[in-house]
Structures are given as structure tokens and as C-alpha cells.
């Protein structure tokens, strides 16, 4: 039986695709169909260059975005350099992701010299393994941060989500990082309920203050 599985994550405007609403992500596919998978990569600040196994995908300038289809699915290596006049001055994202077919892989990034001095979000889905419903998994960077959804501390970080309210995810850590807030929103419009079978996965890298 077909079924359309629609996930919205806010945040984030899609327009090529069919979403009327304003920094909303709207995606869309068939379980019955194999499909290929989108990138998305927001400059916090600099010049990027974009790989995704070693194929170069293009450039994506300072504070703009950038959408990259055509993916196919699977684990792919994805490496994003800033681009800089001194070889290797800022620290390059090197992460293996998992692209699942008709959904979106998202980006927002900002490269310092070292992990600690960047901060960003990467957001990517995968089947839920222990729930029918809906699960998140925020994994924080440094691994001791502080997480609380909808101003409530959660110590469990992979949690089922059971109802289609929009949710703030906070991380936080000391004086010496800078928190990080991020929206989301996940809905079946067929059915105005939670999709089932997927997991929607954060990871959020604050930034480190000099001292």
C-alpha cells in the first residue's frame, strides 16, 4: 500500500519542493519506491567546499545555502572544507551519514581552526530501532552537555516522540560554550499524526569561547 511519509523539520525552507511554509523543510516519498536523497549546507560564516565520497559537489558561499540532489542512498562520507588562503587553517567536517531515499540530510556549519572553535547542526534520519512511533536522538558536542526539550532536562537523549507539537531542543554547557537552539516538527499530514519508523538524528556542536 503506498503511503506518503512527510517530514517537516522547522528551521528550514524548501522551495523546490512543494512547502507553502515559511522556514519549514517539506519532504516527501513512497516506501515502495526507491528514491535518491538531498543535501542541504547553510554557511554560518565562510566558503565551503562540498564532498560527498570524494566527488566534489560544489561551492556554497559566506551565509548562503545550498541544495545538492541526486544523492543515492546509503552511508556516504561527506567532507565539507573552508576554503581559506592558509592550507588547512580551519578544521574540516569529516562524518559518514546515513542518506535514506526521498529525505533530506541538513548542514549548518561553522569552521573554526579546531572542532571546539566550530559550531553547527547536522541533521539526518534513519529507521527508528525501538519504537513504531517517531524517535530523536540529539548527540551533543562535547559529549556533557546539557539538553532539555521544551525548557525540560532530559537526561535519556534518545526519546520517542509521541505527539506532533513543535519542540525546542536546547544543549548548553558551561559559561565557556555558547547553547544552542534548535526547532522541530514532525507530522503525517495524511493522518495529522506522528510517521512511524524513523528517527530523526541531531547532532549539535557548540562553540568553545578563547579564553
Known amino acids: 500500500m503506498k503511503r506518503i511519509l512527510i517530514l517537516i523539520i522547522f528551521g528550514v525552507l524548501l522551495s523546490i519542493f512543494l512547502s507553502p511554509i515559511l522556514f519549514t523543510w517539506v ?118 552537555a546539557t539538553i532539555s526539550i521544551n525548557n525540560i532536562s532530559i537526561q535519556n537523549r534518545l526519546v520517542e516522540i509521541t505527539d506532533t507539537q513543535e519542540k525546542i531542543i536546547r544543549v548548553s554547557h558551561s559559561d565557556r560554550y555558547v547553547p544552542k537552539d534548535v526547532k522541530i516538527l514532525l507530522i503525517n499530514p495524511n493522518t495529522n499524526a506522528v510517521p512511524q519508523n524513523v528517527r530523526l538524528n541531531i547532532e549539535v556542536y557548540l562553540y568553545k569561547r578563547p579564553i
Open 27 to 144: 519532504y516527501s516519498g513512497r516506501e515502495e519506491t526507491e528514491g535518491v536523497s538531498i543535501f542541504k549546507f547553510v554557511s554560518l560564516a565562510g566558503d565551503y567546499n562540498i564532498f560527498i565520497d570524494d566527488v566534489f559537489l560544489g561551492t556554497v558561499q559566506h551565509q548562503k545555502e545550498k541544495v545538492f540532489t541526486g544523492i543515492k542512498p546509503g552511508k556516504r562520507m561527506l567532507r565539507v572544507y573552508r576554503l581559506s588562503e592558509v592550507d588547512n587553517f580551519y578544521f574540516s567536517f569529516v562524518r559518514e551519514v546515513s542518506f535514506m531515499p526521498f529525505t533530506q540530510v541538513e548542514l549548518e556549519w561553522e569552521a573554526g581552526p579546531t572542532l571546539e572553535s566550530s559550531n553547527g547542526v547536522l541533521k539526518y534520519f534513519t529507521e527508528a530501532f525501538h519504537s513504531n512511533n517517531a524517535e530523536l536522538l540529539i548527540d551533543p558536542f562535547p559529549q556533557d
